[in-house]
């Protein structure tokens, strides 16, 4: 039996520090003037996806757990509508989005399993 000590131990959280990295990098590349805007809201909700996800695991109970999993699905979702948005308006192109799209997906499947 594989018993989690921490919620650093959880591939799930690992995948999703990933895509805040990816999330932080790209944000880095948006007009200065999406400083306090764009930017910034891509920031909180990748860190929200994580967070939730430790938060959740150290309450160390499954309705919590299920309930911040819950919070960080939805944070994904934030975050991929606002990297979307980027491309609509022209700051990046969909190839640059692609990595963080692609990681957002998989964490939300590991999420939902």
């Not at 690992?14 to 805007?37: F, N």
């Not at 991929?80 to 990595?99: A, F, K, M, P, W």
Request: proline share 2%.
């Amino acid at each position: 039996m594989n018993v989690v000590k921490s919620y650093k131990d959880l591939k799930v959280w690992q995948k999703s520090m990933e895509m805040v990295k990816d999330a932080y990098l790209l944000s880095k590349r948006l007009p200065k003037d999406e400083t306090y805007a764009l930017r910034d809201q891509i920031r909180r909700s990748a860190v929200s996806i994580p967070s939730n996800i430790a938060d959740g695991q150290g309450r160390e109970s499954d309705k919590e757990f299920f309930r911040f999993l819950s919070i960080a699905k939805g944070s994904i979702c934030e975050l991929v509508t606002q990297i979307q948005l980027c491309v609509l308006v022209g700051y990046l192109e969909n190839s640059d989005i692609s990595q963080t799209e692609l990681l957002a997906s998989e964490v939300s499947k590991m999420i939902t399993s």
